[in-house]
Structure formats: C-alpha cells, structure tokens
C-alpha cells in the first residue's frame, strides 16, 4: 500500500521496533485506547514488519484474528516466518496491491493505516472500508507535519485536519483524535451503519 513495496531489509531497518517505541509509537496504548475486545477481527493494511498486527493478535486472543496485510512479497513471508517463530496462530500474512485487498467484504471489526494515508491512493482507501463491517473502526496513525527525527519528509506527511479530511470524504465518520507520542498522532473513524427505515428491508451493506 505504499507508492512502492519494501524488502525485508529496507522493513528491518526502517521499521525496527526499538527505534518506534523510542519514538513514543506504541501499539499497545493504541488498542487499549480503541477499546479491541478478545474475539474480534483486526485488518492491518500496509503491515510492514507487524508493529501493530503482532500486539493485536495478542489482544484479540486466540478466539480472534488478524490480517497483516502488504504488497511486498518480501514483507508477508517476514510476517509468516515471524508468527510461526513466535507461535501465533491467529496471525494472517495477506498478500494485498494497492487496489485489491483479497479479503471478503465486511470481516473486520477494525481496520487500521498506520504511516501509509500519506502515500497510498484512493482506492487503498475504499478497499479499507470495503472489508470493515458497518459500525466497525478505521484507525489511521501518522507522522504529524512537523518536522521530527525519521519519517518522510514534512512536505510529504498530512496534516491531522486533511487526514480527516481525506478520510471524512470516503464517507467515514471520525469519532475520536488523539496524540501517540511526540511525533504522531491517531484518528478513529466509523464505517456508518446502513439507515433503517419502518417497514423496508436493507442488506448488511
């Protein structure tokens, strides 16, 4: 979902966890403040090395699931190999492009983009929401535009207005906004629910 794949050395050493977390980018404060629940189903797009698929496999629990998805080959066989390291058997490693996600429609309770709105296209976007159930959550963390130690370049990160902005335009409804850490910040958005009316029948969608 990035404007190119990366391979597993670029993900090892730009991704590396130890530099995040040092950074204030932390995974686990993130699914504590959404809220994830044991059970539920977890669609990481853009997962890179896992930094967050791995913390909420954890959370979901065994009962749970989660789609690590990527367009780099490179990047989903690191994925795989490091579930089966760390036995993690709720963990999916999904060979994704950017304008198809090979997922069903509507399996997610939560959709996440982490450090990607700033350079996928808009169908990355509509794909996101195609596989979040109606009422599920999209989260997008990113770099704040400002300038900061690692990221991309100010000129090419979003402002927090126009993610929102961006994300609103999809149809999504933001429902929360938050810092995580110094150098990013997170935004909640909702997949509205289908408009119920007296007397007619609606599909899921």
């Known amino acids: 979902m990035r404007e190119r794949a990366w391979n597993r050395s670029e993900a090892m050493t730009l991704l590396d966890p130890s530099e995040r977390r040092r950074a204030g980018e932390m995974p686990e404060r993130l699914w504590a403040r959404l809220g994830l629940r044991r059970g539920e189903t977890v669609v990481d797009v853009g997962a890179g090395s896992g930094f967050y698929s791995f913390p909420a496999a954890a959370r979901v629990g065994p009962t749970g699931h989660v789609f690590a998805v990527d367009v780099s080959s490179d990047l989903v066989e690191l994925l795989r190999s490091r579930a089966d390291e760390k036995k993690v058997g709720n963990l999916e490693a999904v060979l994704s492009t950017a304008t198809r996600i090979p997922l069903e429609d509507a399996v997610a309770d939560v959709a996440i983009l982490a450090n990607l709105l700033h350079g996928i296209p808009s169908r990355t976007v509509d794909e996101t929401i ?28 979003l402002s927090a207005t126009m993610a929102r902005r961006v994300l609103t335009s999809h149809g999504l409804a933001h429902v929360d906004s938050f810092d995580l850490g110094p150098s990013h910040y997170a935004q909640v958005f909702e997949r509205p629910r289908p408009v119920r009316h007296p007397g007619h029948l609606v599909s899921a969608e």
């Open 130 to 157: 195609r596989v979040l159930r109606p009422g599920g959550k999209l989260v997008n963390v990113d770099w704040k535009k400002e300038p900061s130690e690692g990221g991309p370049a100010v000129r090419h990160r």
